[in-house]
């Protein structure tokens, strides 16, 4: 058995992110990570504005990720269609491309390990697949939406008919470019929704939520996609771009909407297993980087047991924005789509966008509602 101070379970944004403020602090972290190899991560291809501010806290700036800039959302439902420019400028970025360079980043001041699969974890102990076991001070779970024995979120949490995560890559085309341009896209249909946006090398990534039974009734991701193109043309003229061979990749059971409402000494639930917001607002990536660089504060100013106080405070700060998210993918899923794409006034898609960011981190390591981003700590 290995005694470790911070255990960080995961290598993605949430993870990496408390392992560079825990070493600010002197802590030393051991970051695990299941694979070998960086992979291109189904979701999180968007980061916002607050979200870029972060990251160069990190020391990951923005033309790192992405030399284009998004500047605009476009809406798409029933035939009609509403655009507004962004608060500020975001980018698209591949989660290959995000995750590698955190990972970089990390790994100078960080151990990681990689290729190590976790089992469970039991009585404080983390059990590997390898039959070894870690006995932390503090973990870090920054598993994303990939639950773990001992520690899983309820099943409840994803209700009657969960919502699914679906996402194919289209290949760079000029035409492409012209229909998406500088824009994240927001198509609207009954049960789900699809985003899309260019990335770094230009191809264009196209995720969709959808519930279970929306894909059942199709039968296949691929069928469900051509009857979306023909239902609905202006994301048919983006699903045309497809390969007839593209790899379509697919995540089950997103419980959107959920929070870790209670704390314990000596964990802290970080990324998506600390909150999961409806992925049409965007925000995925901006509550793992805020979950990780918060816990890291809190564990630096209290040690392990600030984690039980902690967990709370960042579920309310979390209440917000997965409140006005949900509502609008309430109605975004319904038959009153087409009505809120038609009343979407600029004015009030900004709005939405800045009630749906989580909130800064300020120096002592707190949220705070919107504003510039301040120092880490």
């Not at 979200?51 to 990190?58: F, G, M, N, Q």
């Not at 507004?84 to 995750?99: I, Q, T, Y």
């Not at 955190?102 to 990681?112: E, P, S, T």
């Not at 976790?118 to 404080?124: K, L, M, P, S, W």
Request: hydrophobic residues 50%; positive net charge; proline residues 5%.
């Amino acid at each position: 058995m290995r005694d470790v101070a911070a255990l960080i379970l995961g290598g993605g944004p949430a993870g990496t992110a408390a392992a560079i403020v825990l070493a600010a602090g002197g802590t030393r972290a051991l970051v695990i990570e299941r694979e070998r190899e960086t992979r291109d991560a189904l979701c999180g291809g968007f980061l916002s504005w607050r979200s870029l501010r972060t990251l160069a806290a990190l020391g990951v700036t923005a033309d790192e990720l992405n030399r284009e800039r998004i500047v605009r959302t476009r809406l798409f439902a029933g035939g009609r269609q509403a655009e507004a420019r962004l608060p500020a400028p975001a980018v698209a970025v591949s989660r290959h491309r995000l995750d590698t360079l955190l990972m970089a980043r990390a790994g100078q001041v960080a151990g990681i390990e990689r290729g190590v699969a976790v089992r469970a974890v039991e009585d404080g102990q983390v059990r590997l697949a390898d039959g070894g076991t870690i006995m932390p001070d503090a973990l870090f779970l920054a598993t994303g939406k990939h639950d773990l024995r001992g520690l899983a979120r309820p099943e409840a949490a994803r209700g009657a008919d969960p919502a699914l995560g679906l996402r194919v890559r289209l290949a760079a085309h000029p035409a492409l470019d012209r229909l998406v341009g500088d824009a994240v896209e927001l198509h609207l249909f009954a049960h789900g929704y699809a985003g899309i946006a260019r990335q770094e090398d230009g191809s264009v990534n196209l995720c969709l939520a959808v519930r279970r039974s929306r894909l059942a009734a199709a039968g296949s991701p691929a069928a469900l996609l051509n009857r979306l193109g023909r239902e609905h043309p202006a994301l048919g003229e983006r699903i045309a771009f497809m390969a007839g061979d593209a790899a379509i990749d697919a995540v089950a059971n997103v419980p959107y909407g959920w929070r870790a409402r209670d704390g314990q000494a000596g964990l802290f639930r970080l990324g998506d297993q600390a909150g999961v917001i409806p992925s049409l607002a965007g925000e995925g990536m901006g509550i793992a980087l805020a979950s990780g660089l918060a816990a890291a504060a809190a564990y630096r100013r209290g040690g392990a047991g600030a984690a039980a106080t902690w967990q709370p405070r960042f579920a309310r700060a979390l209440a917000r924005p997965l409140g006005v998210a949900g509502a609008v993918r309430a109605v975004a899923e319904g038959p009153a789509a087409a009505w809120l794409v038609g009343a979407a006034h600029p004015a009030l898609i900004r709005i939405i966008a800045h009630a749906t960011r989580i909130g800064a981190l300020t120096g002592n390591g707190m949220l705070e509602g919107p504003g510039p981003a301040n120092q880490m700590g």
